[in-house]
């Protein structure tokens, strides 16, 4: 009796263990499954790497070797090769299945050239699909830059998705970015390094971090905004005047903000983000008719709007800024010889995460500027309010520029 009461005992003891262990690995199973794109994944259909027609280039020096878009497109070719093959390589090395397979499939190179507003999203995804694959990963070089300045700069900037056709889950996206420079040779013409010997060496480093991110499912937080748009100013035509002692309200044209409103956001980014060029910005505005004031409702962004200049450009963040509010006050002495203008003018700024249309970062600063003139004519009294306007809202976006500083080095601390 004895025997059979220590024996249930212990086949209750067996019992809950053996459940207790099934719960926890089922639990890890699905803390696991969304941290990690790939967790429990067999098969993978890995994607050519889509890569844009239109390439990026600086001009280089006369007495250096030239930088041409047929160079730079075939250095993106190789790079875009050198990515594919890497990625193959360690998923392949994780035990991972990848179709499709190199021979015969049409992907030996490992490169798809996409043109402007084609993504070639939907094509992989419907050859993805069709194989019954657990998951499909999209693979896109997003730049190869050359840059010529005292030394010789190839960067490479590769992104991925990782979508599971089966539950029509997405995760991403993964962005890995990786550059290297060589110096000039002293005695003959061009540099200790080939082009082409960067242009490898930046694809693979891209694309082993590019694969580390994708098996733990992490990333830095700047790791994501490699290339940034800014966008001009969004600036009134007239300010607000407040006249003499009785507050008499009228309109001052301020035209030496429209002159300059391509300028007066100027912000500090991380040293591996890459600044959209101003005539770029204006082409992807013009074809897709937007102005300037179409991004904003009132003195709230208009995010989507947003969203869709991010995508034609291929940028990560688009920064944009609008003087909210600018009133000049003008106050005569009591002799009447003398007149002083003070400005007050508020400006709002907006960084916007185009990968989940959200604010990366906003806010709303205020300057202010006083100017004292005797009275001369009407023609330099408005000369010395515009100026007035001018310098309070050069203030403010001072103010703005050192808020985005604080939150750059405040990000870099949490890391």
């Avoid at 993964?174 to 002293?186: D, K, V």
Wanted: aromatic share 6%.
């Amino acid at each position: 009796m004895l025997c059979a009461r220590e024996y249930t005992w212990l086949i209750a003891v067996l019992s809950i263990g053996a459940c207790s262990t099934r719960s926890v690995a089922q639990l890890s199973q699905a803390e696991l499954g969304t941290s990690s794109p790939l967790a429990y994944v067999r098969t993978v259909f890995l994607s050519p790497v889509l890569t844009p027609t239109e390439t990026s280039s600086r001009e280089a020096r006369a007495d250096r070797l030239p930088v041409t878009v047929d160079h730079v497109r075939q250095l993106t070719a190789l790079g875009a090769g050198v990515a594919y093959r890497t990625l193959r390589r360690h998923l392949e090395a994780s035990g991972t299945v990848v179709l499709p397979p190199l021979a015969g499939s049409g992907y030996d190179t490992g490169v798809q050239w996409i043109s402007a507003g084609d993504d070639g999203e939907k094509r992989i995804l419907e050859e993805g699909s069709r194989l019954s694959v657990d998951a499909i990963v999209l693979v896109r070089l997003d730049t190869l830059s050359v840059r010529d300045r005292l030394y010789r700069e190839v960067s490479v900037r590769l992104s991925a998705e990782v979508f599971r056709p089966r539950d029509g889950t997405k995760a991403g996206p993964y962005s890995s970015f990786s550059a290297l420079r060589t110096a000039p040779r002293i005695i003959a013409k061009g540099f200790v390094r080939r082009d082409e010997q960067l242009a490898e060496e930046v694809a693979e480093n891209a694309a082993r971090e590019l694969y580390v991110m994708l098996d733990r499912g992490t990333q830095e937080a700047e790791a994501a905004e490699r290339r940034a748009a800014v966008l001009p100013a969004c600036v009134p035509a007239v300010a607000v005047l407040r006249r003499g002692r009785a507050a008499v309200l009228e309109t001052l044209a301020v035209p030496m903000l429209g002159r300059n409103a391509d300028i007066l956001l100027q912000l500090e980014m991380e040293p591996s983000c890459e600044i959209v060029a101003f005539t770029h910005i204006a082409k992807a505005m013009r074809e897709l008719k937007l102005s300037i004031e179409d991004l904003w409702h009132g003195d709230t962004p208009d995010i989507y709007k947003a969203a869709v200049i991010g995508r034609r450009l291929r940028t990560d963040v688009v920064l944009l800024s609008r003087v909210v509010s600018a009133t000049v006050e003008a106050m005569p002495t009591p002799d009447d010889r003398e007149e002083t203008f003070r400005a007050e003018v508020t400006v709002r700024c907006a960084a916007i995460r185009i990968s989940d249309g959200t604010y990366l970062w906003d806010a709303t600063r205020s300057g202010s500027a006083s100017t004292t003139i005797r009275h001369l004519t009407t023609t330099i009294h408005a000369r010395r309010a515009d100026q007035a306007v001018w310098d309070a809202t050069i203030n403010a976006y001072g103010q703005i520029r050192a808020a985005w500083e604080e939150f750059l080095k405040q990000r870099r601390k949490r890391q």
